[in-house]
């Protein structure tokens, strides 16, 4: 049953951003989706294994940062580094805004912060669910798509 997930794909991809006050850190993600209109809720997938889980776990909030497609880059970076030894915004170049729960990236088009109103394991991820407190809208651009392993796309 490995791999089946992609036969869902593509998935956009987005930054979550998330700090515990003493840490901020910014990871790529593609397992991320809406949930409900109203009220607006998003949802997250993360690995117990990473930095940002800690963060959000600890302040139960995050941002998700939509990707525009010449953020590519950025993403890669932000995809493949530990936040634990490495301040991913300054690696990237991102630039970190104070929004109204946690930190959020002020290069993505638009960004969304949520209050964590449940999490609930599901195998080797866990599945933030968060209701959405803040939008903030930047500008328009086509979002970044994963195929898979190296592969991207622009729509």
Avoid at 27 to 46: E, H, K, N, R, Y
């Amino acid at each position: 049953m490995e791999g089946y997930y992609h036969l869902l794909y593509p998935m956009r991809v987005v930054l979550i951003s998330a700090s515990d006050g003493k840490s901020d850190n910014v990871m790529t993600a593609a397992w991320c989706m809406p949930l409900s209109f109203d009220p607006p809720m998003f949802g997250v997938a993360i690995s117990k294994k990473r930095f940002t889980w800690q963060l959000i776990e600890k302040s139960r909030a995050f941002a998700i940062n939509l990707v525009s497609a010449e953020m590519k880059g950025q993403a890669i970076i932000c995809g493949t580094k530990s936040g634990k030894d490495t301040d991913k915004f300054k690696l990237a170049g991102l630039k970190k805004e104070k929004g109204k729960l946690t930190v959020i990236v002020g290069d993505a088009p638009a960004s969304i912060e949520c209050k964590v109103v449940e999490s609930v394991e599901a195998g080797d991820h866990v599945l933030f669910v968060g209701e959405a407190v803040s939008v903030v809208e930047r500008r328009k651009a086509k979002g970044l798509y994963h195929f898979g392993g190296s592969t991207f796309s622009e729509i």
